[in-house]
């Protein structure tokens, strides 16, 4: 059964889940330790942090 939603509301959802995804949060990805994978991250200046020779 589908409910009709007038399309401002309609909208204003959108806008909102679409802003709950800030890019300021943090994002954690483990991957295996290189030389170059540093360099890059150190270029890029993203702070990054080798755990058991995972960055």
């Known amino acids: 059964m589908w409910v009709k939603v ?6 204003l959802i959108v806008l909102y889940l679409l802003t709950s995804c800030s890019s300021t949060e943090n ?3 483990w991957t295996g330790k290189t030389d170059n994978q540093i360099q890059r991250l150190d270029q890029a200046k993203i702070n990054d ?3 058991h020779g995972d960055i």
């Open 6 to 11: 007038p399309v401002p509301v309609t909208l």
């Open 27 to 29: 994002y954690v990805y």
């Open 49 to 51: 942090e080798i755990r």
